[in-house]
């Protein structure tokens, strides 16, 4: 049995490093004498032109590197195939390159190829896991080196996703900045930088800073030639020209982008966002076939269950066309694809729709779903026990949204009262004094001496250092964590915790009173105003304290205030 089990483990290892269109491969004479630099520099220039070719060249590295017995040289191989491919064999390639890395010991190589299974998950809408490789990667990369920030630059596109345009901008900004610091900006990434940029000022609606990297990047497109960039780039001049109102001019652009997309279609969201464009072009101009367009963008969606909410937005345009043409199959059909996609949404983790369409929002979009379903098949009894199934659905889920309703009213409530009254000790949660009060008793000097301590701790905002904690206060008090823990139930009638989640809670609410400009920033960034390291914790606080949440409370001073 463990001979057996042996012989599988062999099989399995040699079918991790040779499995992927590499088996039985032999290396070209032309290449045997070839380093690895070599090969790379072949590699790159062939890459954007013959697919075919390249491959051989990583396939020369893969194979070379296992004959030599050189991992460095087998991890470049390894990192060629995973930029030829975006297939699931993508994985095995990184993971191939992953086990080289470590039998190398190698930091660099190791960030690189959990930088590139970040990328590759966030092309698959799979974020969590994306945001996972990236931080394995930072883990390993050289603080200030290049990799360093191309991961930040990679995490500042998460941030996108979830509409925190600031951060975003941060990230992608001081990877753009590291570049030109250090003259790197004849490469392949300065000209992705760029278009990042372009990218994520076109989504935050900023056109004209959004035109002036499509701009930067093209000219160093001409150095690079590289037909997928130049597309991507011309996507999003397309879409900043539709959105300035020039359709005549925006729509050879994205019809060109489109062209270029699939004659290389590794990036079939990219296809979906420059179709939905050509889409709503030809919509606003009265031309049926924005169906076509728009049918093309559900089949990737579906196919790929990878969506945006910027290409939700197909839905809502099918229904209504169809509901104005009386095809309530299609109407149907629509509603339901809609529902999923909200699903999927949903289910990424991502912000909620900031505005969803008031005809078509989800409980008006089941309650039709069922209206349409009852009028197609009103002769069929059979159906019957579906509409008794989807009217406890709408029962359950109009309970649900009353009592949303209720407490979204009761977290209204305390916002109001809370402009107008401070944060009291009275507010704030305390210990049980019979469970959790200590039995030992104090000295009185030393609580005196605490008392003083903890006052001046409480005078100059110590509490808003991300880092306090009971051990590293009580080494400032010059006493040990049991004994400053008892001082503090003893003196303020709360745990540790308590205490200093009542003083940050408690100062944030009065600066939000009296600081119009800290009422507008994110709520990530008042966060980290009131000491805390995420926004959960602030938020988990901050209701405990006041049973309302920190988007209320400052809705509703901003109410107040007009």
């Not at 483990?9 to 040779?18: A, E, K, V």
């Not at 790379?40 to 013959?50: D, H, M």
């Not at 059979?382 to 309970?399: D, R």
């Not at 808003?464 to 400053?484: G, P, V, W």
């Amino acid at each position: 049995m463990q001979k057996k089990i042996f012989i599988y483990l062999l099989i399995l290892c040699q079918s991790l490093y040779f499995s992927q269109s590499i088996r039985g491969f032999r290396i070209p004479d032309s290449l045997r004498n070839k380093s690895i630099t070599q090969i790379e520099n072949s590699f790159e220039k062939t890459l954007y032109i013959n697919k075919g070719k390249a491959e051989i060249y990583a396939n020369t590295a893969v194979v070379g590197g296992k004959k030599d017995r050189d991992n460095e040289k087998m991890a470049e191989g390894y990192q060629m195939l995973y930029q030829l491919n975006n297939d699931k064999s993508t994985l095995l390639y990184l993971d191939s390159m992953i086990t080289v890395s470590k039998k190398m010991q190698s930091p660099e190589y190791l960030s690189k190829a959990y930088r590139n299974k970040g990328v590759y998950y966030y092309y698959a809408a799979e974020y969590s896991k994306s945001l996972d490789n990236y931080l394995i990667a930072k883990n390993y990369a050289k603080k200030g080196s290049e990799i360093y920030y191309n991961i930040n630059s990679c995490i500042g596109l998460l941030k996108l996703e979830l509409e925190d345009y600031q951060e975003a901008l941060k990230l992608l900004l001081g990877y753009k900045q590291y570049l030109e610091k250090n003259n790197f900006t004849n490469g392949i990434n300065y000209e992705k930088c760029l278009y990042n940029l372009a990218y994520t000022y076109h989504v935050s609606n900023k056109i004209d800073s959004s035109n002036y990297y499509v701009k930067r990047g093209f000219e160093q497109n001409l150095k690079s030639k590289d037909k997928d960039l130049y597309a991507s780039l011309s996507l999003v001049l397309g879409i900043n020209t539709f959105k300035q109102g020039n359709y005549n001019l925006a729509l050879p652009i994205l019809e060109r982008a489109s062209k270029l997309f699939k004659e290389n279609p590794n990036n079939v969201q990219n296809i979906a966002l420059v179709e939905y464009y050509i889409g709503k072009i030809l919509y606003h101009t009265n031309n049926e076939k924005f169906l076509d367009r728009f049918e093309e963008v559900d089949s990737i969606i579906t196919k790929t269950k990878n969506v945006s909410y910027e290409l939700r937005n197909t839905y809502p345009i099918l229904i209504d066309y169809y509901k104005k043409t009386g095809d309530k199959e299609k109407q149907l059909f629509y509603i339901e694809h809609l529902l999923s996609v909200d699903s999927i949404l949903s289910k990424n983790n991502k912000l909620l729709t900031t505005e969803i369409n008031k005809k078509y929002d989800t409980p008006l979009l089941l309650k039709e779903k069922e209206i349409l379903i009852s009028d197609l098949s009103s002769k069929n009894y059979t159906l019957f026990w579906i509409l008794g199934i989807a009217g406890g659905a709408m029962i359950y889920l109009v309970y649900l949204y009353k009592e949303n309703k209720k407490k979204l009213k009761n977290y209204q409530n305390k916002a109001d009262l809370l402009t107008e009254h401070s944060v009291t000790p009275d507010t704030i949660e305390t210990i049980d004094s019979q469970k959790e009060r200590p039995k030992i008793t104090l000295s009185n000097d030393k609580l005196e001496q605490l008392s003083r301590q903890l006052n001046e701790f409480e005078i100059e905002k110590r509490f808003l250092d991300k880092k306090i904690n009971l051990d590293l206060l009580s080494k400032e008090f010059n006493t040990n964590r049991a004994y400053l823990s008892r001082s503090v139930n003893e003196l303020k009638g709360q745990n540790f915790s308590q205490y200093l989640n009542a003083l940050r809670i408690q100062y944030i609410v009065n600066e939000l009173k009296t600081n119009k400009n800290l009422q507008k920033l994110t709520i990530a960034a008042i966060a980290d105003e009131a000491g805390y390291n995420n926004v959960e914790s602030f938020t988990n606080a901050f209701k405990k304290i006041t049973d309302t949440l920190p988007s209320y409370f400052i809705k509703a001073l901003q109410g107040n205030s007009k």
